[in-house]
Each structure stands twice: as structure tokens, then as C-alpha cells.
């Protein structure tokens, strides 16, 4: 969902802003750039619900608390139906003070109240909420391998006021599909990368990486084209001569350094609500507990999309030196863990399910939406929509494409509705005509780069 009111528009962009969607573009005439983009047609693959939960699971990164959807009450209607002997879906809605919905933890582990396992902890939005007895309670949470055992003091109904460090956290939810109101409940603390035994940290950091580095990849940086050495704020330089670019994706666990991530963040440095995610955040997924594809352990994590470069021909340990000991910056990463007969499995989320699910795409998502100008268009300012494109070898750059608002490109010069930008080496480029009409800042694509925007478009295997 995008804002259209101008007056409420600033610089510092929200989730509601980053829209994921499929486009379906005209195909455009022939201007500068000279060489001809072949725009990409792709059946709408999300439903309304599938939007929604996209949104949901941006909310939740933000505040670690899963905001129930919000349903329009109607007394009125109620009122002449229930006249007439008649209910509704809303009459129909449980109501208290004492109804709770659960943080999305590890579905392996287990909730107890006052010592005793839940029969089931219900995630917003996803299944009715449990109705639990009035006073004070002890909530624990513990699975295996982790170390501790996580608690809380929950007051039943929650206190409006408390400063105590051992109380559970709890959020309002307002109206759902299920109640008219109900709470969800979190701990202080969550699990983490710092909560599992040595082993088990080094077990899970390697099947991190062994899937970061299924995307590892390299191509060829032709004479001409402008690369940076994994700085952003670095000047681009210009190849003198065609070298070898690598492409890996680092893990970043190490707390002992100052944490700076770029683009999309939540928190200062790396964090989320105070806790560092470079010892992983557990994030609040929709339908973790319901569905059997997101069971597990849902996570941001950092990584640190990192390039070298060296000549062709040239041996490995002749690559430039500033690229080889320069590791890229940081960034939020989502994944999806599951413990399967003592072993870590890692994978990212199914595309469409959120901005953080692909490495390779995170920093241009975080480039464009940094920007106003990237996100509105015209002068009555209309909302832009993006989507995020990679083929498999991810080393030849994120796609973005902007679909331009049919107004806007009825009323503007601009023949093209649909605009392309590249992020190629570090640098984002303008690939058609549109995108450089609206972005003359950018410099634009040389063939290299406009045949790479292609191989995307025609290879594409991830959309963000």
C-alpha cells in the first residue's frame, strides 16, 4: 500500500512504501539508450492474502510484534440482525481482556504457564487466541540445543504500566478474523545465536554460509564499465581493461566491531527493538505455527555481499589487493531455519515473501527506497512500484523495474511505462530511456550492462 498525499511524504521510507509487485509492461519504442530493453510480462503470482502477508512480515521485522489485521466493526448490522435472530462473523468474535496470541519462537520448542505445557500458542491473525486464567503468571519458553530457558512475568489482563525487567511484553492488537480484541505477549529476550552451545553456534554459522555460498558467482567486467571495490560511498572507477568479478556473500557474526547497515534497517547499527542481529534477531512470521512450510525458526541475520576483481589471466594471488581485503557492507538478510534429526537446514523464504529474502537484491532495494525520488514520480507525486529481479548467476546484477503510474506516463513525455535500473558492480545505472528521463543523476548503461539487464529479464528465477 502506498501513500499518494504528497504533505505526508519525507525521506525516511517505511514498509508501507516498499511494494512488491509482478509487471506487465508495453513494449517501448526505440530511443536512447540506443540499444532496446525487451520488457518482461509475468502473470500476477500473489494473491490479495499473500500481499497482505508480505506487509505483515515487513511490520514485524520493525517491531517484533505481528499486528493482527484490523477488521471494520459494524454494530448497527449487528444490532438488526441479532433483532431478527441472526449473527454475524463479528457477533460471533470472542472478547476479554484476558485473550493472548504468542511470539513466533522455534515451533520445535515449548511454551509452559506456571510450570504446565500449553496445549497450543496461536500466532496473530492465524488461528483463534487463548483465553488464560486472571492474575500473575511464570511463561517459559525452552527447546533444544538451546542453553537456558526464557521467562517472563505475564499479568492477566496486562498491566497498563510496569518497569520491571522480568515482565513479558505486551501489545494491544485490537480486532481480528478471531476476537474483538486480544493481546500478543513476547519475551525480553529472544532466542538467539549466543543462547545455542559452541558447537551447535559453528554448526549453524557453516550451513549459513554453505547456502550463501550456493549463490556464489563470477563474470566478466568489461573495459568501460564502472565498478566499485564493496564501498558504496567510494567512487565508481572505470575498467581499462576486461578482469574476472567474484561475487560472494559473507556471514557477518562478529560483534566486536562497530555495526553500520545500509539500506533498509530498523534499529542504530545492526539491531532490531535493542537486540544485534549480527547474533541473529528472531522475527515474528505470519502462520509460522499453521503451516508446515514455515515451521522452524524465522531469523535476520547480516551479511555482507562482497566482490574482487583480477585481471584475466592472472593468478589468485595477484587480485587487486584493495578489493581482496575489503569486505562488502552490511546488510539484512531473512532466513528460514529448521533442525532435522540434530542438523541445521537453512533456506531463504519463497520469493514474494518479503524485501530481505534475496542476498543479492537487498542492497538495491535498499538503494532506491533510501530515495524519494525513487518512490514517487510527477507532480502530483504518484507512487512508483518496483519490483526486484535476479537470474541465477547473481554476479551479473539486480534488475529493478519501475512501473510508472498510467497517469503519469499518459501526461509525461515519457513513452516507456515501464523504467529499468541495474545494480552492476556496485553502481546503479540507468538501462532504458524512461529510467534515464526521470534519473538523469544516474549514469547510464553501456551495452555490457543493457545485455546483462536482458539475460535477467529473459533468465529471471527470483523476483523480490
Known amino acids: 500500500m502506498h501513500n499518494t498525499n504528497p504533505s505526508h511524504r519525507n525521506d525516511d521510507f517505511t514498509e508501507d512504501e516498499i511494494e512488491i509487485s509482478d509487471l506487465t509492461a508495453k513494449k517501448p519504442e526505440k530511443e536512447h539508450p540506443s540499444s532496446p530493453i525487451q520488457h518482461f510480462s509475468l502473470k500476477p503470482r500473489y494473491s490479495l492474502r499473500q500481499r497482505r502477508k508480505q506487509l505483515l512480515i515487513t511490520s514485524g521485522i520493525i517491531i517484533l510484534t505481528l499486528i493482527g489485521l484490523l477488521s471494520s466493526l459494524a454494530p448497527v448490522r449487528n444490532l438488526v440482525l441479532s433483532g431478527l435472530g441472526l449473527t454475524t462473523p463479528e457477533a460471533r468474535r470472542l472478547t476479554g481482556d484476558d485473550l493472548f496470541y504468542f511470539q513466533a519462537l522455534p515451533s520445535w520448542g515449548t511454551f509452559k504457564l506456571d510450570g504446565k505445557p500449553l496445549t497450543r500458542n496461536p500466532i496473530a491473525s492465524t488461528q483463534p487466541p487463548l483465553r488464560l486464567p486472571r492474575g500473575q503468571h511464570t511463561l517459559e519458553w525452552s527447546a533444544k540445543p538451546f542453553k537456558a530457558t526464557i521467562s517472563c512475568q505475564l499479568s492477566v489482563p496486562p498491566l497498563s504500566n510496569t518497569n520491571s525487567q522480568q515482565a513479558c511484553i505486551t501489545h494491544a492488537l485490537g480486532a481480528n478474523d478471531f476476537a474483538e480484541n486480544a493481546f500478543s505477549v513476547s519475551f525480553p529476550v529472544t532466542p538467539s545465536l549466543t543462547m545455542l552451545p559452541p558447537e551447535q553456534q559453528q554448526a549453524l554459522i557453516g550451513s549459513i554460509q554453505q547456502l550463501f555460498d550456493i549463490q556464489k558467482s563470477s563474470t566478466i567486467l568489461e573495459p568501460g564499465e564502472l565498478y566499485t571495490y564493496n564501498r558504496a560511498t567510494m567512487p565508481a572507477q572505470t575498467a581499462d581493461q576486461p578482469m574476472n568479478a567474484h561475487l560472494r556473500f559473507l556471514l557477518d557474526t562478529d560483534t566486536t566491531k562497530p555495526a553500520q547497515c545500509n539500506g533498509l534497517n530498523f534499529g542504530s547499527g545492526c539491531s532490531i527493538a535493542g537486540h544485534d542481529c549480527r547474533q541473529f534477531c528472531t522475527l515474528n512470521w505470519p502462520d509460522a505455527s499453521t503451516q508446515p512450510t514455515t515451521y522452524g525458526w524465522h531469523i535476520a541475520a547480516i551479511m555482507r555481499p562482497t566482490w574482487t576483481f583480477d585481471p584475466i589471466?592472472?593468478?589468485?594471488?595477484?587480485?587487486?589487493?584493495?578489493?581482496?581485503?575489503?569486505?562488502?557492507?552490511?546488510?539484512?538478510?531473512?532466513?528460514?531455519?529448521?533442525?532435522?534429526?540434530?542438523?541445521?537446514?537453512?533456506?531463504?523464504?519463497?520469493?514474494?515473501?518479503?524485501?530481505?529474502?534475496?542476498?543479492?537484491?537487498?542492497?538495491?532495494?535498499?538503494?532506491?527506497?533510501?530515495?524519494?525520488?525513487?518512490?514517487?514520480?510527477?507532480?502530483?507525486?504518484?507512487?512508483?512500484?518496483?519490483?526486484?529481479?535476479?537470474?541465477?548467476?547473481?554476479?551479473?546484477?539486480?534488475?529493478?523495474?519501475?512501473?510508472?503510474?498510467?497517469?503519469?506516463?499518459?501526461?509525461?513525455?515519457?513513452?516507456?511505462?515501464?523504467?529499468?535500473?541495474?545494480?552492476r558492480f556496485g553502481v546503479l545505472l540507468a538501462v532504458n530511456s524512461a529510467a534515464h528521463q526521470l534519473w538523469p543523476d544516474l549514469p547510464v548503461a553501456n551495452k555490457a550492462a543493457q545485455d546483462a539487464a536482458q539475460e535477467i529479464i529473459t533468465h529471471t528465477v527470483f523476483i523480490s
Open 313 to 423: 589471466g592472472a593468478k589468485a594471488d595477484t587480485r587487486q589487493q584493495s578489493a581482496s581485503n575489503t569486505q562488502g557492507e552490511q546488510h539484512f538478510v531473512a532466513l528460514h531455519i529448521t533442525l532435522k534429526q540434530n542438523k541445521w537446514q537453512v533456506a531463504f523464504h519463497p520469493q514474494g515473501a518479503s524485501s530481505f529474502d534475496d542476498p543479492n537484491c537487498v542492497p538495491t532495494i535498499g538503494s532506491i527506497m533510501a530515495r524519494s525520488s525513487y518512490r514517487y514520480v510527477g507532480k502530483t507525486q504518484q507512487p512508483i512500484t518496483w519490483a526486484f529481479l535476479s537470474a541465477a548467476n547473481r554476479s551479473i546484477g539486480c534488475l529493478a523495474a519501475a512501473q510508472l503510474p498510467n497517469d503519469t506516463a499518459q501526461a509525461s513525455p515519457l513513452r516507456e511505462p515501464t523504467a529499468y535500473v541495474i545494480q
